[in-house]
């Protein structure tokens, strides 16, 4: 690169006057800039010559996308967020949820028709010990959250007589072994689709060059990664399956995260985007009451007159702090978002779609550092006209990201009734106790469930927090705060039977009141 930037005389003498240097350096910027997308767009060439003649349309269209967002990485500032803009919510930005109606009966069905609903099925399940797709680790009943999915809507289409379509956004990380599986509901009443998020190429922290050698993704997966939720604008479009939706008449999509086993198709919230005289919002998003727990979610704020999400990620140092106030901040997003098909549409073809770009560092097995340039598909709420949120029910979110989350949803806290989890009544409370499993022995799904006999009654539960080696044998009953920690080389059995009421265990077995 050096041999490409010319210092000439003018130039020379601007950098003996002090005053001159800074745009000295920002031309020395632009410079660089404008070399690294060159030379990207060289390495992506090369890298498309090696791709299967029958995968090189989608690879050309993918790298495209790529290029896209890497000139608007280089081209960005930092936060776009000033802190001090950010303006009041006004009055009607969030709706409360119980002063939605219930539809008529006779609207149902018309209404019903118009939706397309979407699960986010791109993540692994590694993080909890298991290979494959999380979609398909058991959840409730030897049912994993595909079949809970699967099960809700073919009740919608059933009962209504519909036909509401299922998408899955896969990965290249969970396309083969979803299709696989879906195989096994071709006899239900559920038309399921599936479409892939891009692939992007990992770069070089360093050289920001990518770090794949070839296109074959399955002999380099190292090299590779699936851009976040954000990309399923540009995915969906690709796919060809937006257009064919909006052909057959529908006009709104509901997109949620396949871990979270609350977010259900919604009647009052379809009714007031589809059966209604008004000018409909074009993005709807589903917030609830942040509570200590939620501090780090992304929250809805008021910017430049338009509703936007702000994720922690775009907060000043200095503020992190005031963004995780409950007070200043009430709600926070359960990425449960309901969009208008024919304005992803309109903001596809104008090239209008605008999403704050997340730079996630990453550390490679062989010490090399690289960088993944990401989106949120909340982000693209600015982009649309008539951005509303909807403050529902915490029952509307309830992701498993962890065991202690496992825990929750396998208990005699929820019932099951066709594929959605309902609160069990004798709950007094309507949120869920707070639950800490120590990540050294129950992170990982199979540890966890060697651990129980059966899963505790937790009705009466506040907080659990586990540490240690503690195993729990049948029909336990825990209740109010209870504590139960085994120092490193000491092992708890709780006996089958126990009832601990607001109790500290410790590493010698001595129980005492809390």
């Known amino acids: 690169m050096a041999g490409m930037l010319q210092v000439g005389s003018d130039d020379k003498k601007s950098m003996r ?27 992506l060439e090369g890298l498309l010559a090696t791709a299967e003649e029958e995968a090189k349309k989608t690879v050309e269209q993918e790298f495209q996308g790529f290029q896209r967002l ?19 919510l006004p009055e009607n930005a969030v709706r409360d949820h119980s002063t ?3 539809p008529a009966p006779e609207q149902l069905h018309a209404m019903l028709n118009k939706l397309v609903v979407v699960k986010l099925n791109g ?21 994993t959250f595909l079949d809970l999915t699967v099960q809700q809507i073919e009740y919608l289409n059933k009962k209504y007589h519909v036909n509401v379509p299922l998408v899955l956004m896969n990965s290249f990380n969970t396309d083969a072994d979803t299709q696989k599986i879906t195989r096994k509901y071709r006899n239900l009443q559920v038309e399921i689709y599936t479409f892939n998020q891009s692939c992007y190429p990992r770069i070089n922290k360093e050289s920001l060059m990518p770090i794949a050698r070839n296109c074959d993704v399955e002999n ?17 479009k690709n796919s060809g399956l937006l257009q064919k ?60 007159n338009k509703l936007r999400l702000l994720e922690i990620a775009q907060v000043p140092k200095d503020h992190v702090e005031d963004f995780k106030s409950v007070k ?10 309901w969009v208008k098909l024919s304005a992803i549409d309109r903001l596809m073809s104008e090239n209008a779609l605008n999403i704050e770009i997340i730079v996630n560092n990453k550390t490679l097995d062989k010490g090399l550092n690289v960088i993944q340039l990401e989106t949120a598909v909340g982000a693209a709420m600015k982009s649309f006209d008539g951005g ?7 029952r509307r979110f309830l992701p498993v990201k962890k065991t202690s989350d496992l825990l929750l949803v396998m208990s005699n806290l929820y019932s099951l009734q066709n594929g959605s989890l309902v609160m069990n009544p004798e709950r007094m409370f309507l949120t869920t106790p707070l639950v800490k499993l120590g990540d050294n022995h129950f992170a990982k799904v199979k540890e966890f469930l060697s651990r129980f006999a059966n899963v505790p009654n937790i009705i009466e539960l506040d907080h659990l927090t586990v540490s240690g080696d503690v195993t729990f044998g049948r029909g336990v009953v825990l209740k109010g705060t209870v504590i139960i920690i085994a120092n490193h080389g000491d092992r708890i059995d709780i006996p089958s039977g126990a009832v601990l009421e607001n109790k500290i265990v410790s590493g010698n077995l001595r129980i005492l009141d809390h």
């Open 17 to 43: 006057g002090h005053q001159r240097v800074p745009s000295g350096s920002r031309e020395f910027k632009e410079l660089t800039k404008r070399d690294a997308q060159t030379q990207l767009a060289h390495e």
């Open 70 to 88: 890497f000139e608007r990485f280089l081209l960005d500032q930092g936060s776009t967020i000033s802190w001090d803009r950010i303006q009041k």
């Open 100 to 102: 939605l109606k219930e």
């Open 123 to 143: 993540g692994l399940g590694t993080s909890m010990g298991c290979h494959g797709p999380k979609s398909v680790i058991p959840v409730r009943s030897e049912l």
């Open 220 to 236: 380099d997966m190292e090299a590779w990664y699936p851009p976040g939720h954000g990309d399923f604008y540009e995915s969906f």
């Open 245 to 304: 939706f909006l052909e057959q008449g529908r006009e709104y999509v509901f997109i949620s995260n396949i871990d979270n086993l609350g977010a259900t198709v919604d009647l009052s919230i379809a009714d007031l985007l589809l059966n209604t005289d008004e000018k409909s919002p074009e993005f709807v998003m589903e917030v609830t009451d942040k509570t200590r727990a939620d501090v780090k979610g992304g929250t809805l704020i008021q910017y430049e």
């Open 328 to 337: 200043t901040f009430k709600f926070f997003n359960t990425n449960n978002l």
């Open 388 to 394: 509303l949120g909807i403050n529902v029910p915490r």
